[in-house]
């Protein structure tokens, strides 16, 4: 009965590779998000859907494409992987825009290693 | 936006009461402070959320003075599993940017 899951929660991959992070919520929440941790471990947000909207889309190569194919699913897609995208991927959700609703609900991570 | 200033680290012992200040010298009249607790390799999790005066829950305290520039969030007899990063947030409860965002935060170490 996890809130919010990922999937996977280990990937090594090559550069100049596209992939893939997957994450669902079963919260009911509106809002959903992206965020990379370094190493770090600075935490910063790369992305917001709201109702599968986009509403923020910080400084990120455009490599990186979000995806929300309904407001319970936010996935990530990296496209030509370079070596400084090696980080942990955190997947969020909030029941309002821009964390509203009191809390922020974070997955496990997903830990990207390009070689 | 209203900037938060944490110190990077924190060292404590086994039964001590940790408190952990942060500075948030530009809060707005509709921001409230939000305490978030991140064990390695985990994501983040709330600990606890307050306007003003003290807030308690079964995990911390949250104390908030009248100005509301600063707030300590107060640990009792932790524990080795205490061991993790807190973050201090400033934002509006229904929503505003500084809900989003989290500083380097304090790193705290507990010792046997």
């Known amino acids: 009965d996890t809130a919010v899951s990922q999937t996977p929660k280990y990937l090594v991959t090559q550069m100049g590779n596209d992939k893939s992070i997957k994450c669902e919520q079963n919260?009911?929440?509106?809002?959903m998000y992206w965020y990379k941790q370094d190493s770090k471990k600075f935490l910063k947000i790369m992305f917001s859907?709201?109702?599968?909207?986009?509403?923020i889309n910080e400084t990120v190569p455009n490599r990186f494409s979000p995806k929300s194919p309904d407001k319970a699913h936010l996935n990530l897609h990296i496209n030509s992987l370079e070596l400084g995208d090696s980080a942990v991927y955190f997947c969020?959700?909030?029941?309002?825009?821009?964390?509203?609703?009191?809390?922020?609900?974070f997955g496990e991570g997903s830990w990207l290693t390009v070689v | 936006l209203a900037k938060t200033t944490q110190p990077i680290s924190m060292d404590s012992y086994e039964g001590q009461e940790v408190n952990i200040t942060c500075s948030h010298n530009?809060?707005?009249?509709?921001?409230?402070i939000t305490w978030y607790q991140q064990f390695p390799s985990q994501g983040p999790r709330f600990i606890i959320q307050?306007?003003?005066t003290k807030v308690t829950n079964e995990v911390a305290s949250l104390f908030i003075p009248a100005d509301r520039k600063s707030s300590t969030l107060s640990l009792p007899r932790v524990s080795l599993s205490d061991t993790a990063v807190y973050y201090c947030?400033?934002?509006?409860?229904?929503?505003?940017?500084?809900?989003?965002?989290f500083g380097k935060g304090t790193k705290l170490s507990v010792k046997p």
């Open positions: 969020a959700s909030s029941q309002g825009v821009l964390g509203g609703g009191n809390t922020i609900y």
């Open positions: 919260l009911g929440h509106d809002t």
């Open positions: 859907y709201n109702n599968k909207e986009l509403i």
């Open positions: 530009n809060i707005a009249t509709n921001d409230y």
């Open positions: 307050g306007y003003k």
């Open positions: 947030l400033v934002g509006e409860r229904g929503g505003s940017q500084g809900n989003l965002i």
